[in-house]
């Protein structure tokens, strides 16, 4: 009796333990840009317990606990159709060799031919790169001794040559840490590709 009473008991701890860690959210860069953070000093937060992926959690200005929203992450792309943020210039929604892509002047991005035929790569100059890779003979991009590789500009949703993240892990947990596409330093409400932007919810 004593034996089940105590196996219920330490079965109830871990539930919640982990219920409390699902609502637990960090900000994951301890220096962002004051600019970025909204009217009442609060920051963008990575927590996928409570948003989708390819999401963060944005604070709105009514000092209010409940204001906060998800929105996409810098270098994703809101898609209405299947109401889902993806990463540009990859597959995402899109058939098998295409990729997302948000034209300048456009708010809804579009599906197009992918030439290099597979998903995660660009082409330039009639070659195809992988995005991230850190090989000296497959990294087009210079200063690659400072890590910099191929990815997506967060500020202007173009592919560029962009410093490779260094993810700090989560207090709770060594396996949720925010993707290096979500740019958490440099996340701002309603920028370019957003949900909110796309919806006219942005001022």
């Known amino acids: 009796m004593i034996n089940s009473r105590f196996l219920l008991i330490a079965v109830l701890i871990a539930l919640i333990g982990k219920v409390a860690r699902a609502q637990i959210a960090f900000v994951e860069d301890q220096d962002i840009d004051k600019k970025k953070a909204n009217l009442a000093g609060r920051k963008p937060l ?3 317990a409570r948003c ?3 999401q963060l959690l944005y604070p709105g200005d009514q000092q209010k606990q409940n204001d ?3 929105d996409c992450a810098p270098a994703t792309l809101y898609y209405p159709e299947t109401d889902a943020c993806y990463p540009a210039y990859r597959q995402g929604p899109c058939e098998p060799g295409q990729i997302l892509v948000l034209y300048k002047e456009r708010i809804i991005p579009e599906c197009v031919r992918n030439p290099c035929s597979k998903d995660g790569h660009f082409m330039i100059r009639d070659t195809c790169y992988e995005f991230g890779n850190t090989k000296k003979e497959e990294n087009p ?3 690659q001794e400072a890590t910099f590789v ?3 500009n967060p500020s202007n949703l173009m592919v ?3 410093k490779l993240s260094v993810q700090l ?3 709770i947990s060594d396996t949720e840490e925010a993707p290096p596409e979500y740019y958490v330093d440099v996340a701002e409400k309603c920028a370019r590709g957003s949900r909110l932007l796309a919806q006219g919810k942005c001022p």
């Open 46 to 48: 990575y927590s996928p």
């Open 52 to 54: 989708p992926k390819h």
């Open 68 to 70: 906060w929203v998800c």
């Open 141 to 143: 991009c210079p200063y």
């Open 150 to 152: 191929l990815g997506v």
């Open 160 to 162: 560029d040559c962009v």
């Open 169 to 171: 892990q989560t207090r």
